[in-house]
């Protein structure tokens, strides 16, 4: 009985023990900038301070050998503050930190992410005789002794006050973490890493190439107007966008150029906002008035990574999810002209639909936008990478945006060149694009087409709550002129057109009850309604502004003139437009009203016919069941 109690009592105290260890050391490794992962620390004091307006919490923490009295929680932790959880001789495991240099030479321990191990009720005392770390993070040497309580001790140590101390103690070398500060090669300046960028400091400099750099944006709102450039930045710690505004967007746009390395400091730090950055960090920088942004020489540039693809072969995008972010390369079959386009939030922009094609015999279509679109030269097929296109289902399998860099120097690039002109431009590639759908271009994927018959016999539009989308081949043989005009309120609302139909007053002035107010004019829109037929059945259908103006080969305000001064011209209008083919891009919604379910089809994209596509479409399948193509016909044109 005894032995049994003695051995209870061991494993207790074992236990306790256990429970109670601390990661010996590691305060004087992390402010070295070792990579530690998590550890264990004691809490041996707090202090409140006010720093511009915002509370923030100093801790002063132990790892049993050493203390740091320069250690800040993070302000989402507040709350453990707040509910007494760091209270003290309290252990906690800290699972993230950064650790940053400050002015004097100082370095700050920030605890951004812990959790509490064994409150300090259950400890009840100090563990082990730590001795404070030095402000510049330097342990102390072995003869020092410290029995610090108060964070605020040994903070602001003055170089008298160690003038007569031996020097800290050498350590072996260790390896540098990604996360610690360090002195640039040239230029004096000391270098954060991406990583370590937080609201929680005020002084610091990155050293990070450019990987992409958007175009210059405008906005007009009530409040004012201006405008602004993105750009995203990376080091080998990590990545963050960074966004210039008004004149700094001015003097910094045509400077910085994407691929090149930049000394940037002078930046405000604040939450990265998802719903325009994808980047792999909480936060994102502003440029404030005083930012400096300094290029660095190629000799010195070599050290920050160079930009890494992780390309996606083009017949695997089909299994990519909608909106997902891609790397790919391709060779460029074809380009078309950069056309204006007006959104329906009334911004113009300038686009390019390109389609690439690569080894596994697949092509999809890449959309290019503003400079970038005005700027591409498809001439001689080139080779394009693409970092960061956007996955979208519309079309079938389309591709948006990203950074593109033509014929790029390195192995894909000149294997996927070798291809081509080894006879890759002669393959049958699958297009994972209805390219009918494209508005503006030549051509169309006639192997997508459905008949009108097949539409409905499909009950396409009634699948999804969002609309489905399908191509036809059809015949314009009659417009609804009545009502294919209406007059629209042309104010500008937050940077888009209000578009709103106005009501006329009698008196020469229109209200417009979405903006409520009076205007003096109005503008023109088109929403044509048409009956679109072919051989197997007819569909009424809808068509908006931009389509509307290609079907009828003229602009809304000249239709709207002809329709007030000269019906007889306004009628014919609408004549020469109909009973002309053309490959339609539909979206079909079902719509319920009265209890009766109707499903609406808009025209979202109009393209020419293609005749010698849809001859080596046709071809294709009388072969495919087993016909012969007749003599008269030349075969070799088409296919």
């Known amino acids: 009985t005894t032995k049994l109690i003695l051995l209870d009592s061991l494993l207790q105290e074992t236990t306790v023990k256990n429970t109670m260890s601390l990661t010996e050391g590691v305060l004087a490794r992390v402010m070295k900038g070792e990579d530690v992962g998590e550890f264990n620390v004691q809490v041996l004091g707090t202090k409140v301070i006010q720093s511009a307006g915002q509370e923030r919490h100093r801790l002063l923490i132990s790892d049993g050998q050493h203390s740091n009295s320069l250690s800040m929680l993070a302000t989402q932790l507040n709350h453990m503050m707040h509910n007494k959880s760091l209270e003290n001789f309290t252990i906690v495991k800290v699972k993230k930190h950064v650790c940053n240099q400050v002015a004097g030479g100082k370095k700050v ?337 006639t192997a997508s087409l459905k008949t009108v018959a097949e539409v409905k016999l499909e009950n396409i539009g009634y699948n999804s709550d969002r609309g489905e989308y399908y191509t036809c081949l059809g015949t314009i043989s009659y417009f609804a002129k009545d009502k294919a005009l209406y007059k629209a309120c042309p104010n500008q609302v937050e940077g888009r057109e209000c578009n709103k139909k106005v009501q006329d007053n009698g008196d020469g002035s229109y209200r417009c009850e979405k903006c409520s107010m009076n205007l003096n004019n109005f503008k023109w829109r088109l929403m044509l309604s048409l009956n679109v037929g072919d051989y197997t059945d007819g569909i009424w259908a809808t068509c908006f502004q931009e389509h509307a103006e290609k079907l009828l080969g003229m602009s809304s305000e000249e239709v709207g003139n002809l329709q007030e001064r000269d019906e007889e011209r306004f009628n014919a209008v609408f004549g020469e437009a109909s009973f002309k083919s053309y490959v339609f891009r539909m979206r079909a919604k079902a719509d319920t009203y009265n209890d009766e379910t109707r499903v609406k089809h808009t025209i979202v994209g109009i393209d020419n016919l293609d005749y010698m596509a849809l001859n080596r479409q046709y071809i294709k399948e009388i072969e495919a069941m087993g016909g012969v193509v007749p003599d008269k016909v030349n075969r070799d044109l088409y296919v």
């Open 109 to 445: 321990l920030i605890l951004m992410e812990m959790e509490v191990v064994k409150p300090g009720s259950e400890v009840g005392r100090k563990i082990g005789s730590p001795v404070q770390i030095l402000s510049d993070g330097s342990a102390p040497p072995p003869s020092a002794g410290n029995q610090n309580k108060d964070p605020n001790v040994g903070a602001m140590k003055r170089p008298s006050d160690t003038s007569n101390s031996a020097p800290p103690t050498k350590v072996p070398a260790t390896t540098r973490s990604v996360l610690s500060s360090v002195p640039a090669s040239t230029g004096g300046h000391v270098i954060s890493p991406i990583a370590s960028i937080s609201p929680y400091q005020n002084k610091w400099t990155i050293k990070a190439r450019v990987t992409s750099k958007s175009d210059i944006r405008t906005w007009n709102k009530a409040s004012g107007s201006g405008k602004l450039f993105s750009m995203d930045l990376m080091d080998e710690s990590g990545e963050i966008r960074a966004t210039a505004f008004k004149e700094q967007c001015d003097q910094y746009y045509d400077m910085i150029q994407v691929g090149k390395v930049y000394y940037i400091s002078r930046c405000s730090v604040k939450a990265a906002n998802k719903a325009y950055s994808k980047l792999n960090n909480d936060y994102e920088l502003t440029f404030k008035d005083n930012v400096l942004v300094e290029p660095v020489t190629e000799d010195d540039a070599s050290e920050v990574p160079t930009l890494s693809y992780n390309f996606a072969n083009i017949s695997d995008l089909s299994a990519a999810g909608k909106d997902a972010m891609v790397d790919v390369i391709g060779v460029c079959k074809s380009s078309q002209e950069p056309v204006n386009i007006t959104t329906r939030a009334g911004k113009e922009l300038t686009k390019r639909e390109i389609v690439l094609c690569d080894q596994t015999n697949a092509e999809v279509t890449l959309t290019l936008w503003g400079s970038t679109a005005e700027r591409f030269q498809g001439d001689d097929n080139p080779v394009v990478a693409v970092k960061g296109a956007r996955v979208s289902e519309y079309n079938g399998v389309t591709l948006s945006g990203g950074d593109v860099l033509l014929n790029p120097d390195f192995d894909h690039g000149h294997k996927l060149k070798a291809w081509w002109e080894d006879g890759g431009k002669n393959a049958d590639f699958n297009s994972l694009t209805v390219q009918g759908q494209r508005s503006g271009g030549s051509g169309a994927d």
